[in-house]
């Protein structure tokens, strides 16, 4: 017998996949850049994994429909930032629209000019290496040139649609 080459549709609603997708419990992370005027793009994003230890690689996803998309589809590096327990209110806001994402919010800029956050757990500052479209998504690997992290950090996770500062018992 031979295997079907297509998936079968799906048995669900779009709602009911993303409350299922909700119950993995994730990390989350800000990735940030500049677009190609030069102004400072950032957003919230769970979908974040390693691929490889040689090369290193990371990889992260974004909406096709983004407003950030042709400033991270074209931009050469970016910063992927692991946030930490106490970052959640980084967090709210960069997932929030119509607000200056980076007021207030202490950052340096690295030899390429990306926004590298302070005080993350983790991040990791990634040459844009590969892209690919995904149903309405674009998967970006990133090939990490430097990362760094804070041993003594507690992460801030999300799982069913909230963040948590402590895993729940």
Known sequence: MNPPRRASAPS?????????????????????????DGRLVGLTANSFNSVSLE???VLWSLARRAGSMPAFARGSHYA??????????????FAS???????????????????VIDGAAAVFECFNRSQYEEGD????????????HRPDAAPLLFHGGRYFTELPL
């Open 97 to 115: 629209k119509h607000v200056d994402r980076f007021a207030g919010v202490a950052y340096r800029e690295n030899a390429c000019g990306v926004p």
């Open 55 to 57: 090369p290193p690689l």
């Open 12 to 36: 669900f609603s779009s709602l009911e996949f993303r409350r299922a997708l909700g119950m993995f419990a994730t990390g989350v992370t800000i990735v940030t850049g500049r677009d190609v």
């Open 80 to 93: 992927i930032h692991v946030l930490a327990a106490e970052q959640m209110p980084l967090a709210e806001r």
């Open 137 to 148: 998504h674009v998967i970006f690997v990133g090939e990490v040139e430097r990362c760094s």
